[in-house]
């Protein structure tokens, strides 16, 4: 299945992609487990989630260059399915090269924002151990986010949410700090229609567990170690 033929969803937002079951439970608890291997000193940790780039941190004094590095190899399933797919097809390398690792406990979540111009206008993020409820916030005339989200979407554990071209630079998108997610249902879930399995969330109710997501972009700008000590002199 190619990026063509494959959900932009009538009902969600304009350049969003919802693709539930894009790996296997298989898949799942062998990434979860390589990630349980990495060295807890690459993770860095905020007050609401941790966080680790791979293959490592932008650098630069603008942090929008990636220092040339393959990509983890525990991934190779997922770069390559989203290749086949197409989604990377307009972007600088035609491929991710860059993976952000986030690791959210219950009651945990991210503020809204835009991600920055260092990556090419889109993301992947593959959501691992638990569902979330992410929120679209639109712009407002004057560029500032409206009070209340106008998208929710569900995430199902195993799935695939792609947000591309005018989604990634006109809307913001944030996870609220909750342990239980409410409001699950047709109208309230945008993509409810789409998920995999409802019955998880039919009562309306669902406790979140610990999410890891993937988010998996393009960085435009690439260097060699030795431009990128240049840069670190300099910063
Ligand atoms: O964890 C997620 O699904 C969202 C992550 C995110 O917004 C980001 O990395 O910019």
């Known amino acids: ?8 969803l009538p009902g969600l937002p304009p350049s969003c992609h919802y693709v539930h079951s894009f790996i296997t439970p298989a898949e799942e608890e062998q990434i979860l487990d390589q990630i349980a291997r990495l060295p807890q000193s690459r993770w860095t940790v905020l007050s609401h989630r941790r966080l680790l780039s791979l293959p490592s941190s932008l650098v630069g004094s603008s942090k929008d260059a990636l220092i040339d590095a393959p990509m983890p190899t525990f991934l ?25 690792i986030n690791e959210y406990r219950p009651g945990e ?9 260092a990556y090419n206008p889109i993301t992947a993020t593959v959501s691992l151990g638990s ?35 005018d989604m990634y630079v006109d809307t913001l998108h944030g996870i609220s700090e909750l342990t239980v997610d409410d409001h699950l249902d ?3 879930i945008i993509n409810w229609e789409y998920l995999g399995d409802r019955k998880p969330f039919e009562s309306g109710k669902a406790e979140r ?9 393009d960085v435009t700008r690439v260097t060699k170690l030795g431009g990128a000590l240049k840069f670190m002199k300099r910063s």
């Open 109 to 117: 979540g991210i503020m809204p924002h835009v991600d920055g111009p």
């Open 186 to 188: 047709n109208d309230h």
């Open 1 to 8: 299945m190619s990026a063509i033929d494959s959900p932009v």
């Open 131 to 165: 569902h979330t409820v992410l929120d679209i916030y639109k712009k407002n005339a004057t560029g500032e986010r409206n009070a209340t989200p106008t998208w929710r979407i569900l995430q199902e554990p195993r799935s695939l949410l792609v947000t591309l071209g």
């Open 209 to 217: 567990d610990t999410r890891i997501s993937l988010t998996l972009r």
């Open 76 to 100: 190779d399933s997922i770069v390559h399915r989203l290749e086949e797919h197409g989604y990377f097809e307009g972007s600088t390398h035609q491929a991710p090269n860059h993976v952000l």
